[in-house]
Nanobody
Framework: QVQLVESGGGLVQAGGSLRLSCAASGSIFSINYMAWYRQAPGKSRELVASITSADITNYADSVKGRFTISRDNANNTVYLQMNSLKPEDTAVYLC?????????????????WGRGTQVTVSS
């Protein structure tokens, strides 16, 4: 059973910083793509940032220059450093990963999601 568990959310004032972590655990053969999404009340889920196994990153225009995604392959963890936070960044942040479980020996990957962590930015 593969699980993704996020941590690091909280309440911060505008202009502040937070660092989110997402650890993948379980019977993992390999992890390809890892990403952070967010969903604000009444809005659809949106991609915030992604990182490939080759460390190629991609960011939503709204967070470029403020957020940085990184990963620790040895510990199956992805991070999201969020600086210069704005009230419009308030949302539940969800971790997503494309993972090959050990049972597949790398031949098949599945899409996994964490349960999310709340980020609230006050003005």
């Amino acid at each position: 059973q593969v699980q993704l568990v996020e941590s690091g959310g909280g309440l911060v004032q505008a202009g502040g910083s937070l660092r989110l972590s997402c650890a993948a655990s379980g019977s993992i053969f390999s992890i390809n793509y890892m990403a952070w999404y967010r969903q604000a009340p009444g809005k659809s889920r949106e991609l915030v940032a992604s990182i490939t196994s080759a460390d190629i990153t991609n960011y939503a225009d709204s967070v470029k220059g403020r957020f940085t995604i990184s990963r620790d392959n040895a510990n199956n963890t992805v991070y999201l450093q969020m600086n210069s936070l704005k009230p419009e960044d308030t949302a539940v942040y969800l971790c997503n990963a494309d993972i090959a479980p050990y049972s597949s020996r790398g031949w098949t990957t599945y899409d996994y999601w964490g349960r999310g962590t709340q980020v609230t930015v006050s003005s």
